[in-house]
């Protein structure tokens, strides 16, 4: 954000930017920051579609876009940023094109990379303020230890089913006084699983454009330094009955980074400090499994296969495949329902949950006839019928 004060415009973008010029506290100078600012954004989901969209509408000069995912039909209802059209393109791609169809007087950095321990220093350091937008907690903290050693501010948002969680981290006040950062407020990451992801657990279609709107306007407020960014808090809002509140977030002595003893100097493995299997190990199941091409050669065979569906009732009213119906909470209190005595197949969306299930079984049960069905519904709908929806 330096070398403001020489910003020019051209009489196109005074027309585009009419509105903030016309705000006494805003106006020119205000104007000029912000085209003289570089903003990261990690993630073109929920909240990086509507965070972006006001980011290059404001007139941000720069922004970054870091996404290694391609469009899916199920991001449509909250992720405004794309169409229907658009979906198996690589979504920084469409974002790009989208941004600079609003403002082309503004430039695109996209990043088709997933961020990584050996990508996120070199990313982030040549912008002036990160966004994140992800939505797993090892990107979460590798976002925040990234800001931290470059000290960068971190304009965090969180969302789950009608909640949504916003704060800085990491801001620098006039006096030079660093705020607190992520692990400050969350030392540790939450043991896996239990947790769900808004593919598992659902979110409101409007809940992100809320949060992602209001991250947008935190770093409008760190850029052009009008109004106090929320930093040192962490702002709650429940669409349900439309409530809202702020805690205050304070230093923990203990914070690895920024603390009396600090002990991480540079990045970590963040899959491994989550208790997340690495990509290698996930490849090698340590459950039985099945593919759904060999399950329907079993059920055309008329083998005797029990199978069990271990995902939430309302998803079987998206997308079933029969089955009998143990939520994965509950798989524990109703095993006497699980046949010992054929093959039995368990299942969810993806393959996930039911490796859960087949080890909680195992563990306490000692069961040695459970398969998981590779891949869930999804790979069903991909190789079997297509007219499985996929959600």
Known sequence: MNNWENIEFSSNELGHYSRHLSIPEFGMEGQKKLKASKVLAVGTGGLGAPMLQYLAAAGVGTIGIVDFDTVEASNLHRQV??????????KVEVAKERLLANNPHIDIQIHNVRLTSDNALDIIKGY???????DNFPTRYLINDACVMLDKPNVHGSI??????LSVFNYEDEEGVRGPNYRDLFPEPPPPGMVPSCTEAGVLGVLPGIIGSLQASEIIKIITGIGDPLSGQLFLFDAQDFSTRKVNVTKNEDNPLRGENPEITELIDYQAFCGIPSEDKEEESDVPEVSVQKYKSWLDNDEEVQLVDVREPHEVEIAEIGGDLIPLDQILDHADKISRDKKVVVHCRSGKRSSDAIKKLQEKYGFDNLYNLKGGILAWSEEIDANIPQY
């Open 128 to 134: 002036d303020v990160v966004a994140d937008g992800t």
């Open 81 to 90: 940023l794309f169409g229907a059209s658009d979906v198996g393109r690589p």
């Open 160 to 165: 789950f089913q009608f909640e949504g969680q």
